[in-house]
């Protein structure tokens, strides 16, 4: 099986003919090639962007909005394609690509096929001065998305949709490691009528491809979510370009629970928001702080759910846990347990690979909870990105928001607790871009999503996006 770029509405070979292994998490085989594409394939790219801009910026927002709602339809009537697509690349169950990874992705295309509609911009009349402004809100021109393999179509699609919804044209690179369902769009673009060159897939090497994209001197924008290294790097190679930059990055996120919150909510909801899709989403709070008077009831209440988590083959029904997503982040991710018991931890569960009859060299983890001596511990400051959480005690407010704030990252926070005082305080100050109160990952597409510190810049979501995608131009006319 080849995956091909796809540019200016067809499906092409690289230029150098040259090709990279693709891997199955599931059972570590090689099944396809993709693309090793190089600057050159990222310069033709371009050109079909930058030769379809004109058109597709005077579209029509109902045009744009009508092309965006089919590509959703076409996704949702494509789903089981899809949904099998994404789990053979990245491992993670199936029944969590049919219902959150495929679903999502669609509704990127329908959310923001709407927002494009009511999108609008502001006037100001300056009185005694005898003059209004306005505000044009303008596309950019071509822009790069570039999005990571934890969460492959759903977030090459949370950048692309906006981006092309605000008339830009699109270069856009997935993750080489999960390419699969980024390359099956381009179909479903054509079936939906998206013109030719609005969107252009280049797949390939971030070193190589990512880079080229980040270095071409008239891709205006970079959406890019991925390691905070890699952000740093995009940003130190796009400022001198003086480009427009959004990065979402790493995160390490704290999971506060306090006695009087609802425990068995509290309990279902942090076995999810600790391993769901394998513990590799930004947003899991992988620093569980419990207060001390339920410390030991909610250890081994916790230890003992996780256990039952059962892990297998992406497809077989009934499992909770797949494959990580490649063989050298499995390694990384034990790597971080045994550097968690060397400094102390106490490893409570889990933490073994698992052999799968059949797919015996499959990348597979059993969930693994380590109680940690300190905060400090390296398991509690470094992003992990697997099924591993710490889990440690608090007495007061005042401890636990200081040891929650104290990690390089800030992307989101979860608050557990009734009390509706103590709420306010500790979600002003938390360091984070998101804040969840009793509940996770709830997600409304018109809120700002984005993080602070090491966690990224910039804001995605709702109009946020839009904005980011579109160029504000002051005009004043002075009418006396
Ligand atoms: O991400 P990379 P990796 C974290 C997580 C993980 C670590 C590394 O901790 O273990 O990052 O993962 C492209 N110029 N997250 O190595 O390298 C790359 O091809 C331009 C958190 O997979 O950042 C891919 O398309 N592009 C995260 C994308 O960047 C470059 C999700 C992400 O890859 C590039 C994933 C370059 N120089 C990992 N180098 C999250 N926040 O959700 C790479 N790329």
């Known amino acids: 099986m080849k995956v091909q770029n796809?540019?200016?509405?067809?499906?092409?070979?690289?230029?150098?003919?040259?090709?990279i292994d693709?891997?199955?998490?599931?059972?570590?085989?090689?099944?396809?090639q993709i693309p090793n594409s190089s600057q050159d394939d990222v310069e033709v790219a371009y050109i079909a962007a930058k030769s379809a801009f004109l058109s597709w910026s005077q579209t029509t927002f109902e045009e744009r909005s009508r092309i965006l709602i089919k590509i959703s339809e076409l996704l949702e009537s494509n789903l089981d394609r899809f949904a099998e697509a994404e789990t053979k690349d990245n491992g993670k169950p199936l029944s969590l690509s049919r219902s959150v990874d495929i679903p999502r992705a669609a509704q990127n295309f329908r959310f923001f096929g709407n927002?494009?509609?009511?999108?609008?911009?502001?006037?100001?009349?300056?009185?005694?001065?005898?003059?209004?402004?306005?505000?044009?809100?303008?596309?950019?021109?071509?822009?790069?998305?570039?999005?990571?393999w934890n969460l492959p179509l759903y977030l090459f699609t949370w950048k692309i949709a906006p981006a092309i919804a605000a008339g830009n044209c699109v270069v856009?690179?997935?993750?080489?490691?999960?390419?699969?369902?980024a390359y099956l769009l381009g179909e479903i673009c054509n079936e939906a009528g998206l013109p030719q060159g609005v969107l252009n897939i280049v797949h390939g090497l971030g070193t190589t491809a990512g880079q080229a994209i980040v270095a071409h001197p008239d891709i205006k924008a970079i959406s890019f979510t991925g390691g905070t290294a890699t952000g740093a790097h995009i940003a130190k190679v796009a400022a001198p370009m003086f480009k427009k930059l959004s990065l979402e990055l790493g995160g390490k996120n704290p999971n506060i629970i306090f006695a009087d919150c609802d425990y068995d909510d509290m309990l279902s909801t942090t076995v999810r928001s600790s391993f769901a899709n394998q513990g590799q989403i930004c947003l899991c709070g992988s620093r569980i702080f419990v207060e001390s008077t339920i410390y030991d009831k909610f250890k081994s209440d916790f230890v003992q759910k996780v256990k039952q988590l059962k892990v297998g083959h992406p497809s077989e029904q009934g499992i909770q846990i797949g494959a990580l997503v490649s063989k050298s982040h499995l390694e990384k991710v034990m790597s971080y347990i045994k550097t968690g018991i060397e400094e102390n931890g106490k490893l409570l569960c889990g933490?073994?690979?698992?052999?799968?009859?059949g797919y015996e060299n499959g990348y597979y983890l059993e969930p693994a909870v380590i109680e940690v001596p300190s905060d400090e511990c390296r398991v509690n400051q470094e992003e992990i990105f697997g099924p591993v959480v710490t889990i440690m005690p608090f007495n007061t407010e005042e401890e636990v928001l200081k040891m929650?704030?104290?990690?390089?990252?800030?992307?989101?926070?979860?608050?557990?607790?009734?009390?509706?005082?103590?709420?306010?305080?500790?979600?002003?100050?938390?360091?984070?871009?998101?804040?969840?109160?009793?509940?996770w990952m709830m997600r409304d597409l018109?809120?700002?999503?984005?993080?602070?510190?090491?966690?990224?810049?910039?804001?995605?979501?709702?109009?946020?996006?839009?904005?980011?995608?579109?160029?504000?131009?002051?005009?004043?006319?002075k009418y006396d």
Not at 22 to 32: D, F, H, L, S, W
């Open 22 to 32: 693709n891997y199955c998490p599931a059972n570590g085989e090689v099944y396809g």
């Open 115 to 148: 927002a494009i509609t009511q999108f609008a911009s502001e006037s100001h009349e300056s009185v005694g001065q005898h003059a209004i402004n306005y505000t044009l809100r303008q596309p950019l021109g071509v822009v790069g998305c570039i999005s990571p």
């Open 404 to 439: 929650a704030n104290k990690v390089k990252y800030g992307l989101s926070a979860t608050l557990w607790t009734n009390d509706i005082k103590r709420t306010l305080r500790i979600s002003s100050k938390l360091q984070a871009g998101i804040v969840w109160v009793n509940t």
């Open 446 to 477: 018109r809120t700002p999503f984005g993080g602070v510190k090491a966690s990224g810049v910039g804001r995605e979501g709702g109009f946020e996006a839009l904005r980011f995608f579109t160029e504000a131009k002051n005009v004043c006319i």
């Open 6 to 19: 796809y540019i200016n509405g067809q499906y092409v070979d690289p230029i150098n003919d040259e090709w």
């Open 172 to 181: 856009a690179k997935p993750s080489e490691v999960t390419p699969m369902t």
């Open 351 to 357: 933490g073994n690979t698992v052999e799968i009859k």
